[in-house]
């Protein structure tokens, strides 16, 4: 398994990266985010460790970026940034965890096999959503009969959230937290598009409208 590590403290970075490679992972520090920016797109990497406070590009508008060219990898955030705001930015920047700082190694170590065993098991599980209709989780690719259907990265986001709360109302707020980016305007004629979108392939009776309130997966 291959880690991106991002950590501007170099003895930091020397102590954490000894200890994964003895735990069988090969790492690939990275110093500054422009750095690790460059390595991630010339390298195929199973699992990225951010710090957020690091030259030129920081840890969360990084996988901002990342997240909206489609790099689903998991991201796990490594900070000394602790406050319920800087918590909320890691999440909604596209973080799988979110880790304090000082931390046991052993910790990291856990939260890491967690993730990719995690990761592991959606590589093989694809969600059927009617009897000819399927979504590879991982991919974001949607299969219609024997059609692979490339959708637009948000609509993707909308898909996930509406198959992890099937049945439940999903409020236009709870949508727009989870499928836009912090610093980005949310919009409801775009929201609208989407719906459209997953309509035509999922069938207009599977997403309901709730007047006022949002939308809900059937």
Request: glycine residues 4%; contains cysteine.
């Amino acid at each position: 398994m291959k880690i991106l590590y991002l950590e501007d403290d170099l003895t930091l970075s020397q102590s954490i990266t000894e200890f994964l490679e003895d735990s069988g992972f090969e790492v690939i520090c990275a110093y500054d985010g422009k750095e690790a920016l460059e390595l991630i797109y010339k390298n195929i990497f199973d699992i990225f460790l951010l710090d957020v406070s690091v030259p030129y590009i920081d840890g969360f508008t990084l996988l901002e970026e990342l997240r909206e060219v489609s790099i689903l990898t998991p991201a796990i955030f490594i900070t000394s940034r602790n406050t319920l705001s800087d918590l909320s930015s890691g999440y909604n920047s596209g973080a799988d965890d979110y880790i304090k700082k000082p931390f046991e190694l052993k910790e990291l170590l856990l939260r890491i096999n967690a993730l990719l065993k995690r990761e592991y098991n959606s590589q093989t599980k694809t969600i059927s959503i009617k009897n000819d209709v399927e979504f590879d989780m991982l991919s974001g690719t949607l299969i219609v009969g024997d059609e692979k259907i490339a959708l637009h990265q948000k609509e993707i986001l909308l898909l996930k959230l509406f198959l992890k709360n099937k049945n439940q109302i999903l409020s236009f707020d709870d949508i727009y937290q989870n499928v836009w980016q912090s610093n980005q305007m949310h919009s409801y004629l775009s929201l609208r598009t989407y719906i459209k979108t997953l309509r035509k392939y999922l069938g207009k009776s599977r997403i309901l409208s709730i007047r006022n309130v949002g939308y809900k997966l059937v």
